[in-house]
């Protein structure tokens, strides 16, 4: 779900209904979830209640993709909205992601045993995969849906033709959210991006009217990780990695762990 203590102006708190009051999607689900203790009474403009938001200092856990050598996503254009949110792709809705951790053993089977022998080969971490639901109420948001799947299908094509970069591959984005002990500026190559326009949803039109969403989809990413042969070789340790050093901050520009 939308964390409701962070102002996105992305997503508004509420929109006028027309009828003097406004509808907020926060408060709804606040209702519905039993959670009244944040509803704090009623406005002096409206009928509607007011939400009233605990202060905090912690930073935006929300999961962001992005490009951090700015090739694609400062080029403007199509990507222009992406400028909302410091050039990032911003999950408004808590997506699932999932990945898998796994080390791998050979066999070896004796004649005459009980027991295999098992010698260790090498560790590994799956595809990451993230599903998110993106929702768009009006043009404004349209516009941020529509950059939002052009940086996917940008960052998995390489540099080529009349490109002055013609030959590079793809960029290395990086992905972060839900603290750094989770996701903390980990290097990633998008690997496969897929949406679907279903046909059971209304369709918003974008504010330059070339293009329409639907009002809500889910968009399914796939990374893998990706470090640099120095980086492993000269920085990575397991004490290290263990104790979360590795994992780091990605403020002081460490980090990147997984």
């Known amino acids: 779900m939308r964390d409701p203590n962070v102002n996105d102006p992305f997503f508004p708190t509420g929109q006028d209904t027309g009828s003097g009051s406004r509808y907020s999607p ?54 222009t909205p992406l400028n909302r949110t410091d050039h990032k792709v911003v999950f408004p809705y808590t997506p699932e992601i999932n990945l898998s951790h796994s080390a791998n053993y050979m066999p070896m089977n004796p004649t005459h045993s009980n027991y295999d022998y098992l010698f260790y080969q090498n560790s ?26 052009h940086f996917f299908r940008s960052v998995t094509k390489m540099f080529y033709g009349n490109d002055d970069i013609a030959g590079l591959p793809p960029v290395v984005c990086r992905l972060e959210g839900h603290g750094h002990l989770q996701f903390s500026s980990v290097p990633i190559v998008i690997t496969g991006f897929q949406t679907s326009l279903p046909s059971d949803v209304d369709y918003i039109s974008a504010s330059v009217d070339v293009a329409r969403v639907p009002t809500s989809q889910t968009l399914q990413i796939t990374g893998k990780p990706l470090y640099s042969r120095n980086r ?16 780091g901050n990605s403020d002081t520009g460490l980090g990147g762990g997984i």
């Open 26 to 79: 926060e408060i709804q689900r606040l209702i519905a979830s039993g959670i009244r203790g944040l509803v704090t009474g009623q406005s002096s403009r409206s009928n509607s209640p007011v939400v009233t938001k605990f202060p905090s200092s912690a930073p935006d856990q929300r999961v962001k993709i992005w490009d951090p050598s700015g090739r694609i996503s400062r080029l403007g254009g199509a990507l």
């Open 232 to 247: 492993l070789t000269n920085e990575f340790s397991l004490t290290k990695f263990a104790s979360g050093n590795f994992l």
């Open 124 to 149: 590994a971490v799956s595809e990451i995969s993230i599903s998110g639901v993106f929702t768009a109420r009006n043009a404004e948001d349209a516009d941020y849906v529509i950059a939002v799947q």
